[in-house]
Structures are given as structure tokens and as C-alpha cells.
């Protein structure tokens, strides 16, 4: 089943803000922070920075996001997972983006993404 439209919404509302956000939520840090965006008519996407593990060959960055609409009943979560996050917030935000686009492009089912900031990385 494809996503609703209010999800949808969401992440693009998300993925066109996210090269203009603090940088802080997108560093190895055990900084936690969150983002509130509000979109169309009564809408809010919402990226929290959850939890920052920092292990010798299992570091990660959870995140969560949220897209609700009070009105219409609405409310979608979502997970990701930034393994081996780098010291380059720019590396991890570009993890977190990979990660909307693959959500904007799977069925409703879909509540997880895992991705792997060191092999970005490696690709540049």
C-alpha cells in the first residue's frame, strides 16, 4: 500500500528544509535535539535525534520522525538508523536524506532504514 499523501508531504517538506538545518543534529554527538516543520494546512514533521551510540564497531545516530495532521487524524513513524556515522555532519545529514528518499519511495509498511554513513564516505 502506498503512502498517504500527508506522509508524503512530510518527508519532501523535510528533504527541501534538511540542507538548511543546524548542522548539531546531524553531528556523532550525544547532542540530542528535535526539528518542527510545519507544512500544508495543519501539518508537522518533527526529526528528533534520539540517541547517539558510540561503540569500537557499532556506532550509530537514531532518529525519529513524526508526520502528523491533527485534523485528518494523521500520524506516521518513522526510523532511522545512521551506522558508522562520521565526523562530517555533512556525511550523516546526507545519510538522513538518503534515507527520506528511500521512505518517499516504499510502501506504508516500510518504518525502518538503516544506512551506512561510512559507506557514503568511501564513495566520495
Known amino acids: 500500500m502506498p503512502r498517504d499523501a500527508i506522509t508524503?508531504?512530510?518527508?519532501?517538506?523535510?528533504?527541501?528544509?534538511?540542507?538548511?538545518?543546524d548542522e548539531v543534529i546531524f553531528e556523532a554527538s550525544m547532542q540530542l535535539?528535535?526539528?518542527?516543520?510545519?507544512?500544508?494546512?495543519?501539518?508537522?514533521?518533527?526529526?528528533?535525534?534520539?540517541?547517539?551510540?558510540?561503540?569500537?564497531?557499532?556506532?550509530?545516530?537514531?532518529?525519529?520522525?513524526?508526520?502528523t495532521h491533527t485534523g485528518l487524524?494523521?500520524?506516521?513513524?518513522l526510523?532511522?538508523?545512521v551506522l558508522n556515522p562520521s565526523a562530517s555532519p555533512a556525511t550523516n545529514r546526507k545519510a538522513?536524506?538518503?534515507?527520506?528518499r528511500y521512505f518517499s519511495s516504499t510502501e506504508s509498511a516500510?518504518?525502518?532504514?538503516d544506512v551506512d554513513a561510512g559507506e557514503?564516505?568511501?564513495?566520495?
Not at 508524503?8 to 538545518?21: H, I, T, V
Not at 500544508?40 to 569500537?56: C, F, H, I, M, P
Not at 487524524?73 to 513513524?77: N, R
Open 8 to 21: 508524503l508531504a512530510g518527508l519532501q517538506e523535510l528533504l527541501d528544509k534538511l540542507p538548511r538545518l
Open 33 to 67: 535535539c528535535d526539528v518542527n516543520l510545519a507544512f500544508g494546512d495543519g501539518a508537522l514533521v518533527q526529526l528528533s535525534k534520539e540517541g547517539y551510540t558510540r561503540a569500537k564497531n557499532n556506532s550509530n545516530i537514531f532518529y525519529v520522525i513524526n508526520i
Open 73 to 77: 487524524g494523521i500520524q506516521t513513524q
Open 79 to 81: 526510523s532511522v538508523y
Open 96 to 100: 538522513v536524506e538518503k534515507a527520506l
Open 110 to 113: 516500510v518504518l525502518t532504514r
Open 120 to 124: 557514503l564516505e568511501s564513495a566520495q
